[in-house]
């Protein structure tokens, strides 16, 4: 492990105590990255809705839009953030923030244990916030696939080939790769979970229930994949797993409100 240069430093690859330059930059350049994201993973998102509009479509409401065109418009958020991830490598360049790579066997053991892993995880946690008598917010896709179930299955094309690569390179290569180098692995994975569950905030307003039960789960399976990225060295691994897990998801949902499966 430790896939950054690490400059001044005191500590094991665990844990470390960079100088006060490199803890400063990790975290401006995380949070920056972050929000430039998704400025512009919006930016690309508002050209998108103007060219299905002048195709006919309505966009003022997701609610109007047919499966295809919404899955479209969904993924035209992540193309955003390529955007921005690529700038910042070539910014960048002379520093090798990730790996990637075709998965090995022992790869491939690893993307079963870490859905495994995820599955336990949100589980246990779940369970946890039902006892507590605390309804969670729902994600804002999800909410709008249950008005139109078959939007489901077209995203799952979208989250293998936008969401989860996007979100991976981001959080877990860069964002993680940049606290690595400050703080050592452990608190890399910490922090860039907490960062990948706030990342999630804007998704889950307006639907009633608790946005922080939300945010919680959200980085605990931040973790979870920050881990196995740490493992592998290997940013395929956590990109297969979270596609793995968002399709799981949809499948369910859309089973869910067809009826094929109980609600």
Do not use: K
Request: proline share 3%.
């Amino acid at each position: 492990m430790g896939h950054l240069p690490t400059g001044t430093q005191m500590g094991s690859e665990y844990y470390r105590v960079a100088d006060m330059e490199t803890r400063v930059e990790s975290l401006f350049h995380s949070i920056a990255l972050v929000v430039l994201a998704f400025v512009a993973g919006i930016f690309v998102q508002v050209g998108g809705g103007s060219v299905l509009s002048a195709l006919g479509f309505d966009v003022t409401s997701t609610a109007t839009l047919p499966p295809l065109a919404y899955a479209a418009l969904t993924a035209t958020l992540f193309v955003g953030f390529f955007a921005v991830i690529a700038g910042y490598l070539r910014w960048r360049s002379e520093e090798q923030f990730f790996r990637i790579a075709v998965p090995s066997l022992r790869d491939l053991a690893w993307i079963v244990a870490g859905f495994v892993g995820l599955f336990a995880v949100a589980t246990a946690l779940s369970a946890l916030i039902q006892a507590a008598g605390i309804d969670t917010a729902t994600n804002q896709v999800i909410t709008d696939g249950r008005q139109d179930p078959a939007r489901f299955l077209y995203l799952i094309p979208v989250t293998f080939l936008f969401v989860a690569p996007a979100e991976e390179l981001l959080f877990r290569g860069i964002v993680q790769g940049l606290f690595r180098r400050a703080y050592g692995v452990v608190p890399a994975v910490v922090l860039a979970s907490a960062v990948f569950g706030a990342g999630h905030y804007f998704a889950l307003l307006g639907s009633g229930g608790s946005v922080v039960s939300s945010l919680a789960l959200a980085g605990a399976l931040g973790v979870v994949l920050g881990a196995l990225y740490e493992i592998t060295e290997n940013i395929a691994v956590p990109i297969v797993v979270h596609g793995c897990w968002n399709t799981m998801s949809f499948l369910l949902q859309y089973a869910q409100a067809t009826g094929a499966l109980g609600a």
